[in-house]
């Protein structure tokens, strides 16, 4: 029943809904993503590098900090696992595919992040609340898309959020430095549910430090490996470029485009990495305390950019050097790929330095999803009179532990199932809302 279900709801149908739904916010904000990106780039990077986006805000916090909660959320085990499962699948020029697929989903990013600004509501404790939920209910007048988009975040959050990140963390932990499930379980839990307890700020607070170290850590080892190979840089690359237009090469680079956070059932069983089109991003953004909704909507697409065009074609090139041949002739499955990959240039280090990788980047999903579950349990709260946001950190401290502990192959389907919901309401309220999305109207 759920292989059949996950067939449905990830047809080949989706894959065309997300592009579409990119395609339409590029035209709106006259692809700013690309012909903007001096901008966009000035007003993200540049402002962290001048130190002018890290401090924390009265209420809310700074554009820089929500960007790393978003970035804990999309930077994941797929980010290393995933694509090496998109070239298995697809060949090598499903790269190519990912690419274009980043370039029209950081529109859709920057318009669901706009609109996630314009409608959010403060809380009772005085945060903000942010999400598809509330431009559902307020500005597409759907309260029960509203209500099924909340609902399917919080179970999305106890699979994909919790479970499967915290197998993917014991699986790390196992195989490369002989820790024990159980032992890993606990650590976790217990890691978790301090840095839960002191709430939002806490949380962005760990993500700010902890997402920057961990996609540096892993964008110099995989800068290292394609140095090591550089030889094989430009056969890769022509490979990619080449490989790009065959049938098989297009269906796996879209349907597979950055699959996040973890392996999923071969490119079928993913989701977006940036998670473009699932609403996250607004979720995650809404904290942020700025002037016009309009330079949130720019982080998100610095969000898009590096954990797709960065992290994600890192991650290619690094196993396309080091391969030195078509992927597809290889016998591996996506994990075991990416550490060959990094263990023929790093030696018996290099599986090591993945599966520290992944232990970071699934912790940091852990900590970001649980924000977005309880985001949307304050919402439903607020609808069914439940004390749903009291039980919740208790029932996700639980699914955590019980993911270190076993295989999560059901969970993994279902979790695919609800991401795919979620996506549902969310691009049919950015549709009905587009026009209400802006291209920035002047620089910063």
């Keep these: 029943m759920l292989r059949f279900l996950h067939h449905i709801v990830w047809g080949p149908g989706t894959p065309v809904l997300f592009l579409a739904v990119g395609l339409f916010c ?18 993200t990077v540049c402002s962290i590098l001048r130190g002018g986006e890290r401090g924390e805000k009265t209420a809310g916090f700074s554009p820089f900090q ?7 959320a999309t930077i994941g085990t797929g980010n290393i696992s995933g694509v090496a499962t998109a070239l298995l699948a697809g060949g090598p020029g499903a790269i190519f595919w990912m690419w274009v697929s980043a370039l029209l989903g950081m529109a859709t990013a920057y318009a669901e992040t ?3 600004i314009r409608y959010r509501r403060r809380g009772r404790n005085g945060d903000w609340l942010a999400g598809p939920m509330f431009y559902l209910e307020y500005g597409a007048k759907s309260s029960i898309g509203a209500f099924l988009y909340a609902a399917f975040c919080i179970l999305a959050s106890f699979g994909m959020g919790s479970m499967v990140q915290a197998n993917a963390i014991s699986e790390a932990m196992r195989f490369s430095f002989g ?19 002191g709430g939002a700020k806490r949380i962005v607070r760990t993500a700010e430090r902890l997402v920057p170290f961990s996609a540096i850590l892993y964008i110099a080892a995989a800068l290292m490996i394609v140095f090591r190979f550089r030889e094989n840089l430009p056969a890769a690359m022509r490979m990619i470029i080449t490989d790009a237009f065959s049938f098989r090469s297009a269906a796996g ?22 998670e473009a089109g699932l609403g996250s991003l607004a979720v995650l953004n809404g904290g942020a305390e700025e002037g016009a909704p309009g330079l949130q909507g720019q982080w998100a697409i610095f969000e898009v ?51 520290l990788c992944t232990a970071l980047f699934a912790f940091a999903t852990i900590i970001a999803w649980y924000y977005m579950g309880k985001q949307s349990a304050a919402y439903l709260e607020e609808k069914t009179r439940l004390r749903l946001p ?8 639980l699914a955590v532990f019980i993911g270190s502990l076993g295989q999560m192959e ?35």
Excluded: H
């Excluded at 009291?390 to 401290?397: F, K």
């Design 390 to 397: 009291a039980l919740y950190p208790a029932g996700y401290l």
């Design 26 to 43: 590029s035209i709106r904000i006259c692809f700013f993503q690309i012909f903007g990106f001096r901008r966009w780039w000035k007003n």
């Design 253 to 274: 680079g879209i349907t597979g485009f950055g699959v996040s956070r973890c392996v999923r059932y071969g490119i079928a069983r993913g989701v977006f990495s940036n």
């Design 179 to 197: 820790v024990p499930a159980l032992l890993t379980g606990v650590i976790l839990s217990l890691t978790a549910g301090v840095i839960l307890a």
């Design 66 to 72: 929500s960007a790393c909660t978003a970035l804990a």
């Design 305 to 355: 950019f590096i954990d797709t065009i960065v992290c994600c074609t890192l991650t290619a090139l690094a196993i396309l050097c080091a391969a030195g041949t078509d992927p597809r002739s290889l016998t591996c499955n996506g994990a075991e790929l990416t550490g060959t990959s990094f263990s023929r240039g790093f030696g018996p280090a290099g599986g090591q330095i993945v599966s």
């Design 114 to 116: 706009e609109l996630g």
């Design 410 to 444: 059901q969970v993994w389907t279902a979790s695919d199932i609800f991401n795919g919901l979620m996506a549902i309401p969310n691009l049919a309220a950015v549709m009905i809302l587009i026009r209400q999305v802006k291209r920035p109207p002047s620089d910063r």
